[in-house]
C-alpha cells in the first residue's frame, strides 16, 4: 500500500551511493506520483572567508549534479506520473542548508538519501547527514544503504 507522497526530496552528496539512492527517488516519485526535488549543498564553511562566488559556484555544481545522474534526471522528467523534477543547489553549511534552503521550502512528505558509510572516527568528527535528517525531519525518511 502507497504512504501517499506528494513531494519528495532527494539529497545528492556526490558520492558513488548518488546514482543508487536517486534511480530510488525515481521511482518512489512514479509510483507515489510525486513532485521530485534533488538537492545538493556546496560545503561553503571552509571557503566563507575567501571572495568566492557562491551564485557560481552552486551553478557549476548544479551542472555538474545533472551531468552526474543525466539519465536518471531523464528518465524522471519523462514519466508521465512525475509531475515536476527540478535540481537544486545552494551553497553553505550542510545541515543548516539542507534543513533551511532546500528541505523546508519544498515541504516534502519524504526525504530519501543516502548512507555514506563513515568510519566510526570520521563520524565522531563530521557526523551523519542521514542520521541529521532522521533526527531532525518531521516527514518520513528513507536512507539507501
Not at 33 to 42: D, I, M, P, S, T
Not at 64 to 89: F, M, W
Not at 96 to 119: E, M, Q, Y
Amino acid at each position: 500500500m502507497s504512504a501517499g507522497y506528494q513531494r519528495i526530496f532527494c539529497a545528492l552528496d556526490g558520492s558513488s551511493a548518488q546514482s543508487a539512492v536517486a534511480r530510488k527517488a525515481v521511482a518512489m516519485a512514479s509510483d507515489n506520483k510525486a513532485a521530485l526535488r534533488f538537492g545538493h549543498v556546496v560545503d561553503a564553511v571552509p571557503s566563507e572567508a575567501s571572495a568566492i562566488n557562491f551564485q557560481d559556484l552552486c551553478e557549476q555544481a548544479r551542472h555538474e549534479a545533472e551531468r552526474q545522474i543525466a539519465d536518471i534526471l531523464e528518465e524522471a522528467k519523462a514519466d508521465e506520473n512525475i509531475p515536476s523534477v527540478e535540481v537544486v543547489v545552494e551553497a553553505g553549511s550542510i545541515n543548516d542548508t539542507l534543513d533551511n534552503l532546500l528541505i523546508a521550502p519544498f515541504d516534502p512528505d519524504l526525504v530519501i538519501c543516502g548512507a555514506r558509510g563513515l568510519s566510526s572516527i570520521k563520524y565522531a568528527f563530521v557526523g551523519s547527514v542521514s542520521t541529521h535528517l532522521i533526527r531532525t525531519q518531521e516527514c518520513d525518511v528513507l536512507v539507501v544503504k
